[in-house]
Each structure stands twice: as C-alpha cells, then as structure tokens.
C-alpha cells in the first residue's frame, strides 16, 4: 500500500506533471519588479512556480494534467509560463523573497540599558511562528498549499531566480519536529518528498532538512497567495 494522501485525492504519483522541471532554453521572460527588471522565465532554468500553480489548478478542476512534455507555443507551455509570472505576485511576494533573502537565519539582538532585546527576527522565525501555522491551517482545511523556498543569503535582485517554489498536501508532527509533504517539479511524480523543520528555537535558527531536487540549503519557506485559474484542455 502507497502513502495516504493528507488532502484528499492528491498524491504526486497520480496528481502532478509526469515530466519533471527540465526544459529547453527558451527566451526569458523579463519581469518589472520593484528591484529593476529580472529575467525568470528562461525555461532552462525551471518553471518550478508555473508547474505548481498549473498542477493546483488542474487538482482544483478535477482533472489529471497531461503525461506529455508540452512543446514551446503550445497552450499548456503558455500557461505554465503565465502561471510562472503570476507566482511570483508582483510586487509583493517578490518583495518577500527579496526581504527574506537579506535577512540572517537566526535572530539578531540588541543589548539595551543592559536589557536584550530583539532587534531583527530571522528567517528561521518568520518560518516557525509566522508561516508553519497558515501552512498547516490550510492543510487542516483540506486545501493544498503553494510554498515559497528561499535558499540564498543575497541583496543582488538577480539571485531572487536562485528560490525556489513546490506545493505541500501533508504534514507529520513528532515533537518539536514538522514534516511537510512536498510535491516538486524538480523530482516529478515522487510521493516521497519531504521537507522537515526542527521548531523547537526558531529564534537561533531552526535546522532545516529536504530532499527536494535542489543542490542548495533551505533557509525558509513561506505560504504563496495562490487562486485557481482553469487549465487548458488537452
């Protein structure tokens, strides 16, 4: 017997693309942003958020998206591209992952007259006590979520294409220890993807483990504002 799926109905093995988020060079999309203009739609870097939101969506249609690779001009390649655009949600969720981007892991403090105070909260607390419990309230409700993945320390807007995106149907909870079950467009179909955070003193930097298709640490994540579109037919 496979994993029983938190929301649902959906499992990656039997909900997501079949192909995995590896595509030819296309032309960047060049993106207005409050930092300048930022190329993120080259398609031979990933359509990670493209893919998420388009797999959400065709979830929310009842319908399985197709098994296909779709080709450049095609109809599903656009609209992956365009949901690709709308998960970034100009100018306020670049702003955040710019934001978290600059921010340290842990919380950095402030000794005044003789008292320590915070000064600055990390990442790694916005994570644990200002993202974790929307995550999980959607999870609850039976609702998938869309994740923002920041894993570069940067103030150089061009880095923003370093981040990642991938979408959550479950999590698991031992202890101080918060499992999130991930679909990601970097390993496809895999209903073993996991991202696990310790949450125990997010104040000092919460420790952070994944098997996500990506080569680089995970600093933090956070919920994405997502609303369903229709897919294409086809």
């Excluded at 959550?168 to 996991?194: A, H």
């Amino acid at each position: 017997m496979g994993p029983v799926p938190d929301v649902s109905g959906f499992l990656p093995s039997q909900s997501a693309f079949a192909f995995t988020n590896s595509w030819p060079s296309e032309p960047a999309i060049s993106v207005n942003t409050p930092f300048g203009d930022v190329n993120i739609g080259d398609a031979s870097n990933g359509l990670c958020g493209g893919m998420v939101f388009a797999v959400r969506d065709y979830f929310a249609a009842g319908r399985t998206p197709p098994e296909e690779r779709p080709a450049e001009g095609t109809p599903l390649f656009r609209f992956i591209v365009n949901r690709l655009v709308t998960s970034w949600d100009i100018p306020r969720g670049v702003a955040k992952y710019y934001q978290w981007m600059t921010l340290p892991n842990a919380d950095t403090r402030l000794e005044i007259f003789g008292l320590e105070v915070v000064g600055v909260r990390g990442v790694s607390w916005r994570t644990v006590v200002e993202e974790l419990p929307s995550i999980r309230a959607d999870l609850d409700g039976g609702q998938l979520c869309c994740l923002g993945v920041v894993t570069t320390r940067s103030t150089k807007p061009a880095d923003l294409g370093l981040n990642h995106q991938v979408l959550t149907y479950g999590y698991e909870v031992d202890g101080s220890t918060v499992t999130l079950k991930i679909y990601d467009p970097n390993r496809g179909r895999d209903d073993d993807v996991r991202i696990t955070i310790e949450t125990g003193n997010p104040s000092n930097g919460a420790a952070v483990r994944h098997n996500i298709g990506i080569t680089r640490r995970i600093r933090g994540i956070f919920r994405v504002t997502y609303v369903p579109v229709t897919p294409p037919v086809g």
